[in-house]
């Protein structure tokens, strides 16, 4: 698909749809591929065009709007990382100006994790032993179901199995909301 380069410098809509419509996909896709998150991945798309339409009296003929595409959204992607970076930095720098705040968070949080975790232990030892296996090599190990079939010499259905089972035996005995919001966060994984 050809785009007149001359027509978006001028900043004709019409040949900028056509560009957004052909090459949006292509984008967010190169920028997913990077980085494996659909939302941000989005974003960067967007800011891409964005930076398009914004710097389009930049466009050159002497280089194919696919490269020059590619290129902005390289550095777009490029500019939003270091700035998720210096947001992180920022953050970190905010908690090491309170270090009480920051030792009282983290006692607080080895505490709740011992005591989350010692009572999921308690209650996968009430399942069978091959069902208990499967269980931490998926949700806590994070094995793929072939993976853990491979481990175990089982196939991928009794995996399945086995997961859908432990589940249903571990869910009546949950006992607190620190033991569900435990497993919410191993079953996300």
């Known amino acids: 698909m050809s785009i007149d380069i001359m027509s978006l410098r001028g900043g ?3 040949t900028f749809d056509k560009l957004f419509y052909s090459y949006y996909p292509s984008v967010r896709n190169y920028v997913l591929g990077r980085v494996g998150n659909d939302y941000f991945a989005e974003e960067v798309a967007q800011l891409t065009f964005i930076r398009i339409w914004e710097k389009r009296s930049y466009l050159t003929d002497e280089l ?6 590619f290129r902005i959204a390289k ?13 992180k930095n920022d953050l970190n720098f905010i908690i090491s100006q309170n270090p009480q705040k920051d030792v009282e968070d983290q006692l607080f949080y080895n ?12 209650i996968l030892d009430t399942l069978p032993p091959v069902r208990k296996r499967v269980f931490e090599l998926s ?22 199995c086995h ?3 432990a589940l249903k035996q571990i869910k009546p005995l949950w006992s607190s909301l620190n033991v569900i919001a435990a497993v919410i966060v191993l079953l996300q994984k």
């Open 163 to 165: 997961i859908s089972k």
């Open 64 to 69: 194919d709007i696919n490269v020059q595409v």
């Open 111 to 122: 505490i709740s994790y011992k005591d989350t975790f010692g009572r999921l232990n308690k």
């Open 75 to 87: 550095t777009v992607l490029i500019d939003q990382l270091r700035s998720k970076c210096r947001k």
């Open 12 to 14: 004709d809509r019409d």
């Open 139 to 160: 949700k806590i190990k994070g094995f793929s179901h072939k993976e853990i079939s491979g481990i175990l010499n089982i196939s991928t259905k009794t995996v399945e």
